[in-house]
């Protein structure tokens, strides 16, 4: 069965600093790959997603991910982070040919003025 | 209304008492899931309806039971809870096409007590 590691729960960072979020999953096949965000009293929403192709996806809010078959990862980056990027972000992984979404346990990014 | 709707916002309840968390997706989606969002654990698949007809069930107690009766509503019943299934309840909905790979839109959630 699928699985994903978010290794950090929390990932505390200043203002204007740069980030990386890690995302690690189980699956040595074809997968899809997905970070979602969660602020605070809200639903998930989609910040990007890895289908095919390029290995590095970008996303909103000047989010990217890199797709890394070798080490089954899926790292989340941002160059410079704003305090409204304080959320909570999950990676999730799906089979192709389903919409069904296997998620981790997520990290908690909080920036700090 | 637009994108995934979800009420109540907030429900509060004993455990001897029956009601009723409702979804409504205005995406022209075909399928549609129930999540449980307790803290610090991954969020919980428990059931997923592709086209009206149940695809899933993540061995989730019959305490809970779910309704689609189209593929823009999703309810789910709720009687004789226990403490432990207060949790945010989030409700999700894609394309649900063959191929995959489509985002799903949440809603806002449902927070749910169990005194």
């Known amino acids: 069965a699928q699985s994903v590691t978010q290794l950090d729960s929390q990932v505390p960072v200043f203002e204007e600093a740069p980030v990386e979020l890690r995302c690690n999953y189980s699956?040595?096949?074809?997968?899809?790959l997905f970070w979602y965000v969660q602020y605070p009293n809200q639903g998930l929403q989609l910040l990007l997603k890895?289908?095919?192709?390029?290995?590095l996806v970008k996303g909103i809010n000047g989010f990217e991910a890199e797709f890394n078959k070798s080490q089954t990862s899926f790292h989340l980056r941002k160059p410079s982070v704003h305090i409204s990027d304080t959320a909570e972000y999950f990676c999730?992984?799906?089979?192709?040919?389903?919409?069904?979404?296997?998620f981790g346990t997520g990290t908690r990014l909080q920036v700090f003025p | 209304e637009t994108g995934v709707t979800q009420t109540p916002r907030h429900l509060v309840m004993g455990m001897t008492n029956k009601k009723s968390l409702k979804c409504e997706q205005h995406?022209?989606?075909?399928?549609m899931y129930w999540y449980k969002q307790s803290a610090k654990k991954p969020l919980e698949l428990m059931f997923v309806?592709?086209?009206?007809?149940?695809?899933e069930n993540n061995s989730v107690p019959s305490r809970f039971s779910p309704e689609c009766p189209n593929s823009s509503h999703l309810f789910l019943h709720l009687h004789t809870l226990q403490p432990e299934d207060s949790a945010l309840y989030l409700c999700?909905?894609?394309?649900?096409?063959?191929?995959?790979?489509?985002?799903?839109?949440f809603g806002p959630g449902t927070r749910l007590t169990v005194l």
């Open positions: 890895y289908l095919s192709g390029s290995t």
């Open positions: 999700a909905s894609s394309l649900g096409l063959a191929g995959g790979g489509n985002e799903q839109f």
């Open positions: 309806y592709n086209f009206k007809e149940q695809t």
């Open positions: 999730a992984v799906s089979d192709p040919g389903t919409d069904k979404l296997i």
């Open positions: 995406l022209g989606h075909n399928a």
């Open positions: 699956s040595s096949v074809s997968v899809y």
